[in-house]
């Protein structure tokens, strides 16, 4: 994938360990070499901490400005369950003033955990616990699966102008098939979680459109 095609910040929220895998893949995309390469990469950051502070806001910022070694751009994951004010509000400048190609991946139990203003210039993605879909989750991808391709395409209107709704439909799809396939075992299944993934990483690209990858999944999956 074109490292072009991804915004600059993303907040992921809910199940942490599924959040950070999908940072691992989306950074391994940005730097064209698989997620297996990430951890010796001399652009890539990983902060893990209870409390993100000012202190650690400033060292991201500064090592921000420095120019990449392989010029697409530095990445910088950080894991944490709560930021102090004066350090969402560093991190916020540090969004809201680049100073070379970089992106953040904040990976939180909670949107809550951050400034809203710094909430506000990130993509968000939600992951879902396993297993904590509502009723109304688990019919719709229920529905979904057992529909004609047509009626999938039908159902889907409700979704194709917000990337955050197909991103929650995505993962509940996901959580469906994965308990089916715990019942028995189809490769199918394990051919459409594959496909699912697939789309995910599409999903929060740029110029992807809802709609395209939805109309795409409804034929395949």
């Given at each position: ?101 970089s992106y953040f ?51 889907m209107e409700d ?63």
């Amino acid at each position: 994938m074109d490292a072009g095609n991804y915004h600059q910040g993303y907040l992921l929220i809910g199940d942490t360990e599924k959040a950070t895998e999908r940072a691992m893949e989306m950074t391994g995309d940005i730097f064209g070499g698989g997620k297996e390469s990430i951890f010796s990469h001399p652009d890539f950051s990983l902060w893990e901490t209870e409390l993100f502070t000012i202190d650690n806001a400033r060292e991201i910022r500064e090592k921000s400005h420095r120019k990449s070694f392989f010029g697409k751009g530095r990445v910088f994951i950080i894991k944490t369950n709560f930021f102090s004010r004066e350090a969402g509000n560093a991190l916020l400048k540090t969004l809201e003033e680049p100073s070379g190609l970089s992106y953040f991946f904040i990976i939180t139990n909670s949107s809550e955990n951050i400034l809203e203003t710094l909430r506000s210039r990130l993509v968000v993605l939600k992951f879902e616990r396993e297993g904590n879909l509502t009723n109304e989750q688990e019919e719709l991808a229920g529905k979904f699966l057992s529909s004609t391709v047509d009626k999938r395409i039908e159902m889907m209107e409700d979704f194709i102008d917000s990337k955050n709704k197909t991103a929650d439909l995505l993962d509940s799809l996901e959580i469906v098939l994965r308990k089916n396939s715990e019942t028995v075992f189809s490769e199918k299944n394990v051919a459409s979680l594959s496909k699912l993934g697939n789309c995910r990483r599409l999903l929060f690209q740029r110029s992807s459109s809802p709609r395209m990858i939805l109309d795409y999944l409804s034929c395949i999956i």
